[in-house]
């Protein structure tokens, strides 16, 4: 069994002497982890960093064993965000959250691809693709079967003015209905119903707050498992971005 594919690098853990087990998102084996011999030498330690671009080849004598894994740098975007504290954040909460969160080696080939896009244009600067990167978060949700439902409001049916989420249903509230409850509903950030928004750090905090109540009840908490830290890490360093000097 073998093949090779894209990938991108979420996870790295040393193995024995030199060797490092290494988990992969790829579109069409999802997540899915090999063994990397000499992978935590000096001379490949570059390349096996969270967030890194590769061309990846996986073989094993049989499918459901670990095999050992080979790469090649396509993108080295763990260096490239080592100088921008918040693309470093974003970075290791997506990759902390896809490894923890998608199933083992089953595709969600979009998941990878809006991945892909993210981290190919993070170089650019994260605040340009905060937004995408909530974007990816409520995509992560929706292929877990955790979809919001941005649609309508599950009030009064109405598409516009949609303002709020309910923290029970996922599903949106116009500002007419949500007005008694604004409390106690979640606020929906404009750029989630406009995907040319790009948001603002009040918008992303928001943003934040509300995939990360479905995270933590839903994709992480239906199989009792914490939040990875990078993505505690993430929002507190958005919500600090966000208060008011």
Known sequence: MEWSAPAIVLDVRPYGEGAAIVTLLTEEHGRHAGLAKGGASRAQSGLWL??????????????????????????????????????????????????????EREPHPQAFHALVSLIGHLAGGAEGVMADYIRWEALVLAELGYGLDLSACAVTGARDGLTHVSPRTGRAVCAAAAAPYAGRLLALPGFLLDGGDPGDPAAWDAGLRLTGHFMERDAFGARHRPVPEARHRLADRVAAMAAPV
Do not use: K, Y
């Open 50 to 103: 969270p967030g890194n671009l590769i061309e990846a080849h996986w073989v094993a004598r049989l499918a459901d064993q670990l095999g050992a894994l080979t790469g090649e740098m396509v993108h080295p975007a763990a260096a490239l965000a080592m100088e921008d504290p918040l693309a470093l954040a974003l970075l290791s909460s997506a990759c902390a959250i896809a490894a923890d969160a998608l199933p």
